[in-house]
């Protein structure tokens, strides 16, 4: 079991959604919701602490693997989150990537935490910081008007780059 003082949170993002929880939830831990939301791409759980997850790319191609840390109906979900370029574990370590849904009024209130197993400089960070809220959002206009708007977002070049003089390879990624 992977325990969760091992991580260091380095970002987290607080949205308000007017839905019930157990819809945040399902749209989390779905593939029909996620394709819509995660710009085409599919999330599949096994729904339970150490199941598998997968996210896969809308070409059905595995891009993020990992593990089922924390399966709590609607309230919490803590998952490894493994983007599957060579070296990139292997150099930067581990991500786990938490979400809380907590009763708010007539929103729930969704936290989303990536944190990692050792501090990551803020040109590796970049990507995940420019992703997230757009992530985030479509997830929210889903949710609540039944419609995720597309987002036109540039490739995390400050990222990549970072990543390249780590020495790790992304796949398919601007020059």
């Known amino acids: 079991m ?3 003082k091992n991580w260091v949170p380095q970002t987290v993002y607080t949205i308000y959604i007017a839905a019930p929880a157990e819809l945040v939830w399902q749209a989390l831990t779905s593939a029909e919701f996620s394709r819509d939301y995660f710009s085409g791409f599919a999330i599949e759980i096994e729904p339970r602490v150490g199941g598998a997850l997968k996210l896969l790319a809308p070409d059905g191609s595995p891009h993020i693997t990992g593990e089922v840390v924390v399966w709590n109906p609607p309230e919490a979900l803590s998952i ?8 990139l574990v292997e150099t930067l370590g581990g991500t786990l990537v938490s979400y809380t849904i907590e009763p708010a009024g007539e929103t729930v209130k969704l936290t989303m935490t990536e944190a990692h197993e050792r501090p990551l400089d803020d040109d590796i960070l970049s990507g995940g910081r420019q992703g997230w809220p757009a992530i985030l959002s479509s997830l929210k206009s889903l949710l609540e008007t039944g419609r995720a708007p597309r987002i036109a977002m540039q490739p995390p070049l400050r990222m990549i780059a970072a990543l390249r003089r780590a020495g790790i390879e992304v796949p ?4």
Not at 80 to 87: E, Q, S
Not at 172 to 175: N, R, S, V, Y
């Open 2 to 4: 992977i325990s969760a």
């Open 80 to 87: 490894t989150w493994n983007v599957g370029w060579p070296g």
């Open 172 to 175: 398919g990624a601007p020059e």
